[in-house]
DNA sequence: GCCAACGTTGGC
DNA sequence: GCCAACGTTGGC
């Protein structure tokens, strides 16, 4: 098992998108970075991922999901009508991909990014640093475990 | 809305 | 292979 955080604006997909449909899969599409590409080559099915909303008047970690399918061509890049679309990308050779997600739980309060930075067990991964811009992010167990610990003093 | 930080593109 | 220019991310 593998732990994972994934940023989304909440607009576009929030936890609430999943918590209002807890027995189906959302495919996370979209993602045009090749650093979060790969680890999302990564991810393999029951891997548990934190939905954090960035770009938004609440940031930070609102709930969990896992992975039920793991990573395959992102139909989007092929798509002339999407946002997403990439004109070098073919199904030959396609560039990016997508997972298949479902609903795990719903934090009772969101995890400020505030109170993650305060998480000294938190203080080297890539969310809480400078600038950084991956949007998806790997946890160690103790990374996870440390953000579970912020859930049961809620 | 601002802007620092970052990743990608493309000319050379 | 370098690096300036550009577009995007994301906190504030």
């Not at 495919?27 to 393999?44: E, I």
């Not at 770009?55 to 009508?81: K, L, M, N, W």
């Not at 167990?141 to 859930?151: I, S």
């Amino acid at each position: 098992m593998q732990y994972w955080l994934m940023k989304t604006e909440p607009n576009e997909c929030s936890i609430d998108d999943f918590a209002n449909q807890p027995s189906e899969v959302i495919r996370w599409d979209g993602v045009r970075n090749y650093q979060a590409r790969n680890f999302m080559r990564n991810m393999h099915i029951g891997d548990e991922v934190f939905i954090y909303h960035s770009s938004c008047a609440h940031i930070g970690i609102a709930g969990i999901v896992r992975v039920t399918r793991s990573a395959y061509a992102d139909p989007s890049q092929f798509d002339t009508e999407s946002p997403y679309f990439d004109s070098k990308a073919t199904k030959e050779k396609p560039r990016w991909d997508a997972v298949d997600l479902q609903f795990v739980r719903k934090f009772s309060q969101i995890i400020s990014l505030d109170k993650l930075k305060t998480l000294p067990e938190l203080a080297e991964n890539s969310l809480v640093k400078k600038g950084s811009r991956l949007s998806v992010v790997p946890f160690s167990k103790a990374e996870r475990d440390a953000v579970l610990q912020l859930t049961n003093q809620q």
